[in-house]
């Protein structure tokens, strides 16, 4: 398929970019899961290596070799100056390449767990960037893989792949249900669950020991909000990070990799 010039805006093929929502890609027609967008080079080719399709691909001249040397003959290509880009997206396209991708299914729970030892769970974590450090530092650090509840922010949202640096594509992850059933998931699978927050009764980091726990789930609530009452019951110990100079708290994407790099074991 041969790469082709953007004269017309309106065109359909071009539909995924005009500037779609994160919801409204996850519902186009015609697809079965719907779509993601990935930004740059790196994170296309992340993309591909783990197995997800291409729909098309949007790039600036400069980039088009590289984009159709990723994705091959039978995708296609559109490219155009960058001001045409622009006003196509919305927005200025720093990277180069952004493509679109067909989401895709997520695995079953029961699967992704059988062979996982540490994992983490994050429970109505809403913003999209902290979401996204969040799988930074779990591929980082070598989480096995990431459960996250109904009402946490997708991990496909565009923010959340950006400031992974694609990591939520390498990272094995899905979504889970209400507190009984992640529960008795875990407990069917033999995982220690140790919560992440501030409580009378929370373990220091410093003295929980993680590594005599074969699997352990380590779990992260919503800044501002913290774990629910239904979370903070399901756990089986809560732990906390030890500060200095009146400081009780981090960003829950920080806290999450000083706690994942403790509890690695």
Known sequence: MPVIEISDL??????????LTDVAL???????????????????????RAGHRPRSVLALGNTVDEARALVGEDVPVFVGPGELLAELTGYV???GVIASMHRPELPDPEA?????????????????TNVGAIFRSAGAIGADAILVTPRCSDPFYRRAIRVSMGTVLQVPWTRVGDWPSTRAL???????????????????????????????????????????????????????????HGIDSLNVA?????????LSG
């Open 26 to 48: 996850k519902k186009v027609r015609g697809t079965e899961h719907g779509l993601y967008i990935a930004e740059s080079a790196l994170v296309l080719e992340r993309a591909l």
């Open 186 to 244: 875990l407990t069917r699978h033999g995982f220690h669950l140790a919560a992440l927050a501030l409580t009378t009764d929370a373990v220091s980091l410093r003295d929980f020991p993680g590594h005599e726990h074969e699997r352990l789930a380590l779990l992260l609530g919503a800044e501002g909000d913290g774990l629910t009452p239904d979370a903070l019951a399901a756990s089986d110990t809560v732990v906390q990070i030890p500060m200095k």
């Open 254 to 262: 920080a806290a999450s990799a000083v706690a994942m790099w403790a």
């Open 112 to 128: 992704l767990l059988a062979g996982a030892r540490r994992i983490v769970i994050l429970e109505n974590v809403s913003d999209p």
């Open 93 to 95: 396209l720093h990277r």
């Open 10 to 19: 309106s065109d359909p093929r071009l539909v995924d970019y005009a500037h």
